[in-house]
């Protein structure tokens, strides 16, 4: 099973941010986090990962909180295209998907 | 760089048939694993493969198979087809040489309808 919990909607206006939510108050030490996102009908495509700190990429920006049992994806300026499912998952040697939180950013 | 590439895309089969399935990671990505999508279940992990040994295993039956070759290739192999296997199979590659998946590449799917 799943070792996380998300939301399973949001929306977002176009351009503003979008903050997505995912609790894992069971992570252990050494498990990451994961994002992905799948948008309809094409495979998860990889977002971004971390372990304790924050991190940013050109895609996005996680937020892990100090005790690691939660966590925040951060679409800076939200576009349609990135209207999609997100999943947060926490792996050790596999990935398990959840049923993640599907994103739909309005005009 | 090309991206992962499953064969074929579109698929009809008939119960009781078995299919094959076959996936191309990314070059110099050992690890290759398998997923099946369905509107009820969500993603489901099946298998992976590493250096041609299966390394993890989902909960499927026995009737999911996979093999990896040794150009890091993989099949996947479902025998006796019943109805509830109509789904999207996604594979993923991952470059990781430590053994975790990580920042696994998918492909665009085979979707599997059983008939």
């Known amino acids: 099973d799943a070792k996380t919990t998300q939301p399973p909607s949001m929306d977002c206006a176009e351009g503003r941010a979008a903050n997505l939510p995912c609790n894992h108050s069971?992570?252990?030490?050494?498990?990451?986090v994961y994002w992905y996102r799948q948008i309809h009908s094409q495979g998860p495509q990889y977002i971004i990962h971390g372990l304790k700190n924050n991190e940013t990429n050109e895609m996005a920006s996680l937020i892990i909180t100090e005790d690691r049992k939660s966590s925040t994806l951060i679409l800076p300026h939200a576009t349609l295209r990135d209207t999609a499912v997100y999943y947060c998952?926490?792996?050790?040697?596999?990935?398990?998907f959840g049923t993640g939180t599907r994103l739909q950013v309005f005009p | 760089k090309a991206g992962v590439t499953q064969t074929p895309r579109y698929l009809i089969k008939t119960r009781g048939q078995q299919v094959t399935l076959s996936c191309s990671p990314i070059?110099?990505?050992?690890?290759v694993s398998w997923y099946q999508q369905t509107p009820g279940q969500g993603l489901q992990f099946l298998f992976e493969y590493f250096s041609e040994t299966q390394r993890n295993k989902g909960n499927f039956p026995g009737r999911f198979s996979g093999r990896q070759f040794s150009n890091s290739r993989s099949e996947m192999n479902v025998s006796t087809l019943e109805l509830g296997d109509s789904a999207l199979y996604l594979c993923?590659?991952?470059?990781?040489?430590?053994?975790?998946?990580?920042?696994?590449?998918f492909g665009q799917g085979t979707r599997l309808t059983v008939v």
């Open positions: 070059s110099g990505h050992r690890s």
């Open positions: 998952i926490v792996e050790t040697d596999k990935l398990i």
């Open positions: 993923a590659s991952n470059p990781s040489v430590r053994g975790m998946n990580t920042e696994a590449f």
């Open positions: 069971t992570i252990s030490g050494n498990e990451y």
